[in-house]
């Protein structure tokens, strides 16, 4: 490859100061090609290789474009090859002089055949320019495949006043029209810290959704910058399943040391690398690359998580007026008016979409707002006296409508896959359901907690007894969840008379522990992200809370007869 592995080449005038800031492979009859972008002077600078390193002359002539944006400062900072027509998109930066002094910087595009001519059906000229702010610089660009349209998407900075930055991202359409479908008029704008914020490097996922990573400084008098990454959906809006409500800040280095992220990739298991240097004192630099895990998969079609982030929500129901109340953690408090009075509420993930549904049951018939679409859906399925059992019975990731039948210890479920109908006896008159995924195989299993010998019994087949397991005493609430984050429901109780926890947790063990009182109503869940359960009461419109990563904290929401959603 070039000479000793080395490719050097002088791409504008002589003096001129030439910088290469990314590089992408495109493929050309079979065969691959280097294209390298930055700038040359004022302008970008696109140069295509051979695979041995040499010039590619049916790029341009001699391998090398070079192209003036504006008058003023271009910089090219990133590309990537459109696959469905193999064009070259460059962006950067594009300055204009206002004169006295004063200038504007913006998002720049541009787009090349594969000739390294300009593409005229890319805004007439092959060059965009695109306005946010007094400064504006796209660092960064992908492509996404959206219903057999391409739509690019630049990543860099705007200016927030002075001397704020945020994260941005602006999306444009496969002729340079800014997509207005995308974020807030195309603009996906977000503060990661609360000072300076800047992306450096993008990566797309393959359900598109769009990984951003660069730096942030949190404060005026935290000025040093911590890795920063943020990811967001196809649509520009931040994916709340990503770290906290979709941003992370990591610090690498001591207090006085700043760290900077300038690349990023998603590996096929979903773990994003993020890679730069960290910083400590005035000349030691070192590398640094973190690499940070997907979301554990506690998380399932029963969990109360009305906004999709992961995390349990406090949320109560009002009998009284049908209304639910909603506490989430990355949404703005909100309250929903679904169901009358003498409704039993079953909310669920119906349509798979990631988010709790309203739903209730209302003498055998259910009623579900589905999340993904706006639309109520009302089915017959029961009869007035069932118990609803709402679960995953098909491990297809959507909630099953279905009834535990006390009067002959049948469950009847209507499978969401196919419509199938379930019929199952397991339990009598007197026992509680306790569905959950047990063996950690992605379904719901049917179970029955009886008080009165406090028995659980986790499998309709008779010859392994059912499945019975004692665990409890007379009087204990049954907690069924996952504790200890392997994936696997938990055997749980929680015993009023003294306001004590017991876990048998199928990894971890054994454990008691002492969080609540006697009036409390048990309402765990997954609160704070982390894969696993954690304790947590209602009491009087109060929720306690103690998180399983550590610490505890109460949330006053909700009125003392209001019923805790968690709690159903």
Known sequence: FGTNGSANTPVGAAGVSDTANAIEIQTINSEERIVVVGSTGNDFAVVRYKPD??????????????????????????????????KIVVAGMSRSDLGGGSFNDDFALARYNTDGTLDVTFDTDGKVTTNISAVDAARDVVIQEIDGLSKIVAGGISMRPWPYHDFTLVRYNDNGAVDTTFGTNGRALTAIGAYEDQI???????????????????????????????????????????????????????????????????????????????????????????????????????????????????????????????????????????????????????????????????SGVWYISRSSNNTIFAQQFGLADDIP?????????KADIAVFRPSNGYWYVSNSSNGALQAVELGTEGDLPVPADYNGDGTTEFAVFRPSNATWYTSPDPANNYGAQQFGQEGDVPVQGDYDGDGKADLAVFRPSTGTWYLQQSTAGLRAAQFGLSTDQPVAGDYDGDGKNDLAVFRSGAWYISNSAGGTRTVQWGASDDLPVAAR
């Open 389 to 397: 059992v709402t679960g995953d019975y098909d491990g297809d990731n």
């Open 53 to 86: 390193g040499t010039l590619d002359s049916t790029f341009d002539t001699d391998g090398i474009v070079i192209t003036s944006i504006r008058s003023s400062v271009d910089t090219a900072n990133g590309v990537a090859i459109q696959r469905s027509n193999n």
């Open 200 to 362: 450096h490097a993008l990566a797309l996922q393959p359900d598109n959704k769009i990984v951003a990573a660069g730096f942030a400084r949190t404060g005026m008098t935290n000025i040093n910058p911590d890795f920063a990454l943020a990811r967001y959906n196809a649509d520009g809006s931040l994916d709340t399943s990503f770290g906290s409500c979709g941003k992370i800040i990591t610090a690498i280095a001591a207090a006085n040391g700043s760290d900077f992220a300038y690349g990023v990739a998603v590996q096929p298991d979903g773990k994003v690398i993020a890679a730069g240097h960290t910083q400590q004192g005035v000349s030691n630099d070192d590398v640094a690359v973190l690499r940070y895990m997907p979301r554990g998969s506690s998380a399932s079609p029963t969990s109360i998580d009305f906004d999709g982030d992961g995390r349990s929500d406090v949320a109560v129901y009002r009998a009284g007026s049908g209304n639910w109340y909603i506490n989430s953690t990355c949404a703005s408090p909100k309250s929903v008016s679904f169901g009358t009075a003498g409704d039993r509420i079953v909310p669920a993930d119906y349509d798979g979409d990631g988010q709790t549904d309203f739903a209730v049951f209302r």
